[in-house]
């Protein structure tokens, strides 16, 4: 019953707990961190430091709302903890929810996706000039204490990582202190970042995702700029192509509509939706005997989306097919 | 002449109805982009469970007996996005899940309870010994 509703712990917990001693009897240098120094990834910078970040002091307990406002300012928000506080503030648990974070970000029209549980691509992140807000345990796996704040630098050589953090406009930690604390959160961090930046170790499924959840949420322009900076990392990504004609088509501009779905079709033949919407939107622009074989194709491919390439097909056929049954009314 | 005349208006009628088809006529066909991602699980499914864990009679009469109210819940977990319901979802299958409920039903609903209720709505502090974030 100790499970924290905050976090998920992914990592086995004794071995979180084995960590915390060696911390306390000396600081080693903790596994992740290890791995980076014997081997540093590819790329990845001696040290950054992340320019921009406002420092709002937490009050009483509310360092989500704190570190959710510093974050998204830097991204180009004009917040205040204050407002923000309704949004993520559990008065009844004097915190905040992971999911919530997330939530609140992509709602204000931010790109907000969770990191890897991974000391270095939290370090990447850095590097690329993207502040990272970090869940931390600063007590035991089994008297916790949960924290959220805001990292904006490292140095590799001097071990050291910096952080906006509780009323420390500069908290500049050991990294191995940092990586404990950080360990017993399940290594919990996330991005809010303005649409159209690309996160450094973005994956293009958690990426696509996050500006889809963006469309749905109704935040379309900035859907549209995240759908537009991942096809430049990924230019036949489908989801991407489909978003961006869906959002275009959602305007009422169907030529950009039809030209998103027509590069969809195009680098996905066997694509249900992109041949479905092209079928739709072609139909809408007029031309009907092109959205009709679009339609037959999408609907003869199968799947889980056949229903609704055979509903777009039955449409579009019911009437079209009408003028040749008019002879028969005269 | 008035034959003539009949003839050329229903072939009006007929023109002008196909011509005003295309515009007006099919709506809705499109297939929106979060249902695009090949192999991701429909987002339905995830809430659908969800929605079905809030909904048997074991789970609201444990909510009753915490003071919450299961109408309350059922709205919070509309609210959600999807991902965030899977999160949710997630934590379900490490539930105990099968046919002896009893003690087990009731730290599954704990558990669900502190996630969903708890937490979510901040209607009660049910885990009196977590410690505040700092």
């Given at each position: 019953m100790t499970l924290p509703a905050w976090s998920y712990t992914r990592g086995p917990r004794r071995l979180a707990a084995a960590g915390l001693l060696l911390l306390v009897l000396g600081g080693c240098a903790t596994p992740q961190l290890q791995e980076i120094i014997d081997d540093r990834p590819a790329?990845?910078?001696?040290s950054a430091s992340v320019a921009g970040v406002p420092f709002y002091p937490q009050e009483d307990y509310q360092c989500g709302p704190a570190a959710l406002a510093m974050t998204l300012n830097a991204a180009g928000a004009a917040l205040t903890v204050q407002e923000l506080v309704p949004q993520v503030w559990l008065p009844g648990r004097k915190g905040s929810l992971q999911v919530e974070m997330v939530a609140a970000a992509r709602s204000h029209g931010f790109l907000a996706l969770e990191l890897h549980p991974s000391l270095a691509d939290l370090l990447r992140e850095l590097s690329a000039g993207h502040p990272v807000i970090v869940l931390q345990?600063?007590?035991?796996?089994?008297y916790p204490v949960w924290h959220y704040s805001v990292a904006i630098g490292y140095d590799l050589d001097a071990g050291r990582i910096a952080l906006r953090s509780g009323r420390a406009q500069l908290e500049d930690l050991p990294l191995t202190t940092f990586e404990h604390t950080w360990a017993r959160s399940g290594r919990w961090a996330m991005l809010a970042l303005r649409p159209g930046s690309l996160p450094a170790t973005a994956v293009a499924d958690e990426y696509l995702g996050a500006a889809v959840q963006l469309e749905s949420g109704g935040q379309l322009q900035a859907a549209r700029s995240a759908y537009t900076a991942g096809l430049e990392r990924w230019p036949d990504a489908l989801v991407a192509l489909m978003g961006l004609g869906n959002i275009a088509y959602a305007s009422g501009q169907l030529a950009d509509a039809e030209a998103a779905f027509r590069r969809a079709a195009a680098a996905h033949p066997d694509s249900v939706a992109a041949l479905n919407n092209l079928a739709q939107t072609l139909y809408d622009r007029g031309r009907v005997k092109e959205a009709r074989s679009t339609a037959r194709r999408a609907a003869g491919?199968?799947?889980?989306l056949q229903p609704a390439a055979r509903h777009t097909l039955e449409l579009i056929e019911a009437h079209t097919t009408r003028p040749v049954a008019a002879p028969n009314w005269r | 002449m008035q034959t003539t005349q009949r003839i050329i208006a229903r072939m009006l009628i007929v023109s002008l109805a196909w011509a005003g088809?295309?515009?007006?006529?099919?709506?809705?066909a499109l297939i929106p982009t979060?249902?695009?991602?090949?192999?991701?699980?429909?987002?339905a499914t995830s809430r659908d469970r969800v929605h079905a864990f809030l909904a048997r009679a074991d789970v609201r009469a444990e909510m009753e007996r915490n003071g919450v109210d299961p109408q309350a819940a059922d709205a919070r977990v509309a609210a959600l996005s999807d991902a965030e319901v899977d999160v949710l979802a997630g934590k379900l299958d490490s539930l105990p899940a099968g046919g002896d409920f009893g003690g087990i039903v009731g730290a599954a609903v704990f558990i669900f309870l502190v996630l969903?209720?708890?937490?979510?709505?901040?209607?009660?502090?049910?885990?009196?010994f977590t410690r505040p974030i700092k």
């Open positions: 790329g990845l910078a001696p345990n600063l007590g035991l796996d089994w491919i199968g799947g889980r | 088809m295309p515009a007006t006529a099919v709506h809705a979060d249902q695009v991602a090949a192999g991701r699980a429909s987002p969903l209720i708890t937490d979510l709505l901040g209607l009660t502090k049910v885990f009196s």
